[in-house]
């Protein structure tokens, strides 16, 4: 199958500073990606829905301006969370899509972000 | 909220038994996906369900698509301890979303 790398694996910050998580897809081009937010022993929670080229589309309750996507590119998207907060630790995901509507996404390994 | 209930949400049973998880939602979904997670890492894939009434087996699990591509069910024969996992379904149209997960233990 379709390889999604996400980095880093994890990563600890201090409170109040920003942490960038890469998403790459690596041997296919990924038109849509998608961010997922999970807590501790429950399911993946959709952040936002990114397409290439254009801005994201945020589910509700989600802060635009504290968790920054950009899709520059067809293989690689952004999760920036920015002035974190302890509240902020949890575990991020992404998974890429090469098609439309549809179509089998692949996802990352995920990132263990702990804000101290 | 979830648009994907599923249920049960935690499950613990002997070895060498049999259980079904199911996915339920209002909404059509132009596919629907199981997948298994294990602590620390990504979901992995265990199948896609396109058609309405489709039926996939994948050893000795069985995954069914509802008629109306609304529903979908998981039912594992014979449990063993290596099934015990995180079992999610994720419903497929322009985005993908999860339900809330099962969370099945397996006992020797």
């Known amino acids: 199958g379709a390889v999604v790398s996400q980095h880093p694996s994890r990563v600890i910050c201090k409170s109040g500073t920003s942490v960038k998580i890469e998403c790459r897809s690596l041997?296919?081009?990924?038109?849509?990606m998608f961010w997922y937010r999970q807590f501790p022993k429950k399911s993946l929670m959709l952040m936002a829905t990114?397409?290439?080229?254009?801005?994201?589309?945020?589910e509700q309750g989600v802060e635009k301006d504290k968790f920054l996507i950009n899709h520059a590119s067809l293989t690689l998207s952004t999760l920036t969370v920015t002035s974190a907060h302890p509240e902020d630790s949890s575990f991020y995901i992404c998974?890429?899509?090469?098609?439309?509507?549809?179509?089998?996404?692949?996802f990352g390994q995920g990132t263990r972000l702990t804000v101290v | 909220t979830q648009l994907l209930e599923q249920s049960p949400q935690f499950l613990s049973i002997q070895e060498g038994e049999n259980l079904t998880v199911y996915c339920n939602s209002s909404?059509?979904?132009?596919?629907l996906q199981w997948y298994r997670q294990e602590p620390g890492e990504g979901p992995v894939l265990l199948v896609t369900?396109?058609?309405?009434?489709e039926v996939k087996k994948l050893k000795r699990l069985t995954f069914q698509f509802g008629d109306a591509r609304k529903d979908s069910s998981l039912h594992i024969t014979a449990a063993q301890p290596g099934d015990t996992g995180l079992y999610l379904c994720?419903?497929?149209?322009?985005?993908?979303?999860f339900g809330a997960g099962t969370r099945l233990t397996v006992k020797p």
């Open positions: 369900v396109v058609t309405g009434g």
């Open positions: 041997d296919f081009q990924a038109t849509t």
């Open positions: 990114s397409n290439e080229g254009s801005k994201a589309t945020y």
């Open positions: 994720a419903g497929v149209n322009n985005d993908m979303r």
């Open positions: 909404s059509v979904f132009s596919s």
């Open positions: 998974s890429a899509r090469d098609g439309g509507y549809g179509t089998e996404a692949f």
